[in-house]
């Protein structure tokens, strides 16, 4: 039996990964590799917590991955070695699961540099054992590999079967049950394939005489590519020394994640055709309509909310101020492993200026408000700096169900909105007034058919089946 966690070099872990994936495929003499860092870079708000780059000349596949930022993890050095037109990178998200730099990737099967395959994901797979079953069978060893990790084996399977790494991932993709953006190099074609449903974000573009595939379009712009459109939920583009060629694997059920446009996606980027700066003030023009606050001063929680917040004052004839400075080299605080450290974290994060506060009435916008952490804590700051009055107002719908599909939410129990009604937030986190856009209020900003969005955080109707898990979800209040 061959032992896969040994071949890899990886220990147990936990799953739910939720990150950035940038790829260029160019011409020949390109250095796809630096410019694959630029694009990691513009990504970095998709995932902190490592970085991998691989890149290939057509002969040979070397990656460099470590934990760290992406300006932390490469050298000079590094981009030398890493030679070659073509290169898959990824940047990881944070789980609760420790940090760990065997989580990094570009999923490699070797250490050292002669792998045949290598793979990044961004997604989550709820339900793998069929990967891990489907592989004992072959005679391998899969303990402790997450589903990056198994997606990974079973592609290079039917790899050393087919020969062919389109075949490879054609055989492999009925078998892999969730959410899931692949990246997929062999020494000379990149594969980029998007689940049926296109839960997380993918889009293609053109750069030079090649290729370039990113989570969001705003990394094709910083590379100077031009975007050309979303992947296709199930489609799988190949891009090889023959062009790109393009196939569906299945039907398309579009179901976008509708987190993206609340919180997660850049405000430069595209998803579905929609910038998502115009959606977050949309948001907040509809909020604006739902609860016109009179008089007092509009201050977003940064950055994620800011353009809400402008949608929301600008309508309401109100001040808008930068009240919050954020610390931006200081990772999510979401993350933090305990409560302590999260609630110190926000005050780490945040400051706010006295002046713009002190004997107002203060009208905060966050995005979203998921433990209630950042929302209590801010108050209390408000408050200690002279605030009269505290209206916290979210951009969202309250968040209620745990997100199954790479975004690494809490557990339900731990997601304020799934126990405690409004008033009860309310009073928890000790504001003056609490408002959440409704979530008729959402769609409308967004402008996308509520059928084509995953609404699982807010609905807990979840697109793609999460197996036992479903069992301990609780439906105990209304979508407001
Ligand atoms: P909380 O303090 O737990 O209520 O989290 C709410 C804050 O976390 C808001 O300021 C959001 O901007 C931010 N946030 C929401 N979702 C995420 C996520 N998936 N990862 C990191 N931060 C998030």
């Known amino acids: 039996m061959i032992d896969l966690t040994e071949v890899s070099g990886l220990s147990d872990r936990k799953i739910g990964e939720k990150c950035g994936l940038f790829g260029i495929y160019g011409r020949k003499g390109l250095q796809a590799a630096r410019l694959t860092y630029f694009g990691l870079y513009t990504l970095q708000h998709r995932g902190q917590e490592s970085s991998g780059i691989s890149a290939s000349d057509g002969k040979n596949i070397r990656t460099h991955k470590a934990l760290g930022l992406v300006t932390q993890v490469y050298s000079e050095q590094n981009f030398k070695d890493l030679k070659g037109h073509m290169s898959i990178g990824h940047n990881r998200y944070s789980t609760s699961g420790g940090t760990h730099d065997s989580h990094s990737q570009p999923v490699t099967s070797r250490r050292g540099n002669d792998d045949m395959l290598v793979l990044a994901h961004n997604g989550n797979l709820p339900m793998h054992d069929n990967l891990s079953k489907f592989l004992q069978e072959k005679g391998f060893y899969t303990g402790g590999l997450n589903d990056s990790e198994l997606m990974h084996y079973v592609i290079r399977y039917f790899f050393v079967k087919t020969g062919s790494l389109e075949e490879a991932v054609k055989e492999a993709f009925p078998m892999f049950v969730g959410a899931f953006c692949l990246l997929v190099m062999s020494k000379d074609k990149i594969v980029a394939v998007r689940d049926s449903f296109g839960i997380r974000p993918l889009a293609l573009g053109k750069l030079g005489g090649g290729y370039v595939v990113s989570s969001e379009t705003c990394a094709i712009d910083t590379v100077d590519g031009r975007f050309i459109r979303d992947i296709k939920p199930g489609e799988m583009i190949v891009i090889s020394p023959k062009g790109l060629k393009s196939q569906q694997l299945a ?9 993206e446009f609340v919180y997660f996606a850049r405000p430069d980027s595209f998803l579905l055709g929609k910038r998502v700066y115009d959606v977050r003030r949309n948001m907040g023009i509809e909020l604006a309509n739902e609860n016109p606050i009179k008089g007092g001063v509009v201050i977003p929680v940064p950055d994620s909310s800011i353009p809400a917040a402008i949608g929301y004052a600008y309508t309401l004839g109100l001040p808008l101020e930068f009240g919050l400075t954020k610390n931006r080299y200081i990772g999510r605080t979401f993350i933090m492993p305990d409560q302590h450290l999260r609630g110190m974290g926000v005050e780490m994060k945040l400051n706010p200026i006295k002046e713009v506060i002190k004997g107002k009435k203060v009208v905060i916008i966050d995005d979203s408000i998921v433990r209630g952490t950042t929302s209590k804590k801010l108050v209390a700051m408000l408050r200690r700096n002279g605030a009269k009055e505290v209206h916290i107002i979210s951009s969202s719908p309250p968040v209620r169900f745990p997100d199954f599909y790479g975004i690494d939410t ?21 504001a003056n007034s609490l408002y959440y856009l409704s979530y008729k209020g959402l769609l409308k900003a967004i402008g996308i058919p509520e059928a084509d969005l995953c609404t699982a955080c807010f609905t807990g109707d979840y697109p793609i089946d999460i197996g036992r898990r479903k069992k301990k979800i609780k439906y105990s209040y209304q979508v407001l």
């Open 251 to 259: 039907k398309p059920i579009p179901k976008l994640d509708i987190f």
């Open 410 to 430: 809490p557990s339900q129990k731990d997601l304020i909105g799934s126990h405690k009604s409004v008033s009860e937030i309310k009073k928890f986190i000790g």
